[in-house]
């Protein structure tokens, strides 16, 4: 197994194959090879946002899926939009999905949510996540380039979050949690109407947290008894600081039964 800097998630519940996220770069389908998966299978991708470690497999995937069986492409609209880091009026790089394929439209089924989208029966796309209580969540990354010329200060709007509704409860898949893993927590909840989080897996944006913040979200998770953690990617060294937390990496498989 091969790693890199990015997130990319294979989800499979019911008969359903969702893959989330892609990665950096297209070294998930060798990783995804060795663990005997098959990415044509799949029957939906969700980008939990446009940031290029979490899309950039994109071009690399798009060729080896069907065209008579599309998946479902589930994101927010603003994923898909152009965005950098900037130096004054100076591009000092890409942010965005390195490439997008241009037969995106003949491989998949296009389905952009600015709200919640339940698919495949258990799953739940966030959409738009509110960051309505904490502080996390309310900084700009660099510019974005809506369909207008102009650019505007890039809030990460389409950072979003996937949920698998399961008998004990919620399980929540998040890409990066630019929102705040708190705020992504408590809408998860409040759009399935289900308090019970059984476990949350991905990236909780903690990398440069500073400890009040940090504290403030081990309390978070305290006050959640039961709760499985599986912070990885963007979470950095705090993730040792939180409860219940299991360390994974590439090539870990996780079994909910």
Excluded at 20 to 42: E, P, W
Excluded at 225 to 245: E, I, M, V
Aim: net charge positive; with cysteine.
């Amino acid at each position: 197994m091969q790693a890199e800097a990015g997130l990319s998630l294979w989800i499979e519940h019911n008969g359903h194959r969702v893959l989330f996220d892609t990665g950096r770069s297209g070294l998930l389908l060798d990783n995804a090879a060795k663990m005997g998966i098959d990415l044509s299978t799949l029957s939906h991708l969700v980008l939990s946002h446009g940031h290029y470690d979490h899309s950039g497999g994109l071009a690399a995937l798009s060729p080896i899926l069907p065209t008579d069986k599309r998946p479902q492409l589930i994101a927010h609209p603003h994923a898909l939009l152009p965005r950098a880091a900037m130096l004054g009026p100076l591009r000092l790089r890409r942010l965005g999905i390195p490439s997008i394929p241009a037969d995106l439209e003949t491989r998949f089924d296009l389905q952009l949510h600015r709200e919640p989208y339940p698919f495949a029966d258990s799953f739940v796309f966030l959409g738009r996540i509110p960051r309505r209580t904490y502080r996390e969540g309310r900084g700009a990354m660099g510019r974005l380039w809506p369909q207008t010329r102009r650019s505007a200060p890039d809030r990460v709007e389409d950072d979003s979050a996937l949920i698998c509704r399961t008998e004990k409860g919620l399980i929540i898949f998040s890409g990066c949690a630019h929102s705040g893993i708190r705020h992504t927590v408590d809408y998860a909840m409040e759009v399935c109407g289900d308090s019970r989080v059984r476990a949350v897996i991905g990236g909780f944006h903690l990398r440069s947290a500073g400890p009040l913040r940090l504290l403030n979200v081990r309390r978070y998770f305290q006050s959640q008894a039961g709760t499985q953690l599986f912070a990885c990617h963007c979470s950095g060294y705090a993730r040792h600081f939180l409860p219940r937390q299991t360390n994974i990496a590439v090539g870990n498989r996780l079994v909910f039964d």
